[in-house]
């Protein structure tokens, strides 16, 4: 891509920008929430920070520029290579639900691949506080007062099973009937 592609993802805009992934918003407020929370996370299945700031009244951070998991033809991979993406973002979720928090936007597009196939957790601009056991990710239709409004309204897929189904070659029915 060249760096004046750019496209809009979670309400803000992402573009490649000094060889970096850049997501930045006018709006701040859901940016900067993001930021904020992305910076006191430290595992290695969550994407990191490299750079972030603030301009013209826009809350921006950079990320590693990353392979969505969306994109990649996963029959193409490894029965280890498709562990260790199932692994990764399970244990990322397993690292975010021990702090009480609930991403709430778990699919394939949310996830990113290195070279390796080590896969990083990102957009977490629904991420939310969530007490109690926060299955929200991994049953996502078993507690939709605490999944993102369009899991509420039952008008989208979301969770952990979106990925399994993605690296597995299997309908999302079908894994969602399975669990």
């Known amino acids: 891509r ?3 592609q750019s496209w809009a993802r979670g309400g803000a805009l992402l573009y490649e920008t000094g060889g970096y992934m850049r997501k930045a918003d006018s709006h701040a407020k859901s940016v900067k929430k993001e930021l904020d929370l992305l910076l006191t996370l430290h595992h290695l299945n969550i994407v990191k920070v490299v750079a972030h700031g603030e301009e013209g009244g826009r809350v921006w951070f950079d ?4 392979k969505p998991l969306v994109s990649v033809d996963c029959n193409a991979l490894a029965e280890e290579q498709r562990q260790k993406i199932i692994t990764g973002v399970a244990d990322a979720l397993n690292y975010l639900h021990d702090r009480k928090l609930a ?3 778990v699919h ?6 290195d070279a390796d196939y080590t896969p990083y957790l990102t957009d977490f601009a629904w991420a939310h506080p969530c007490e109690g ?3 929200v ?3 996502p239709w078993a507690c939709p007062d605490r999944a993102v ?3 509420q309204m039952g008008m989208d897929q979301r969770g952990y099973h979106t990925i399994v189904a993605h690296v597995r070659g299997l309908s999302l029915g079908a894994s969602r009937a399975t669990g």
């Open 103 to 105: 991403h709430r936007d």
């Open 133 to 135: 056991e926060p299955c």
């Open 2 to 4: 060249s760096p004046a």
């Open 137 to 139: 990710d991994f049953k």
């Open 108 to 113: 394939p597009s949310n996830v990113l691949l």
């Open 149 to 151: 409004p369009s899991v």
């Open 63 to 66: 990320m590693p520029i990353l």
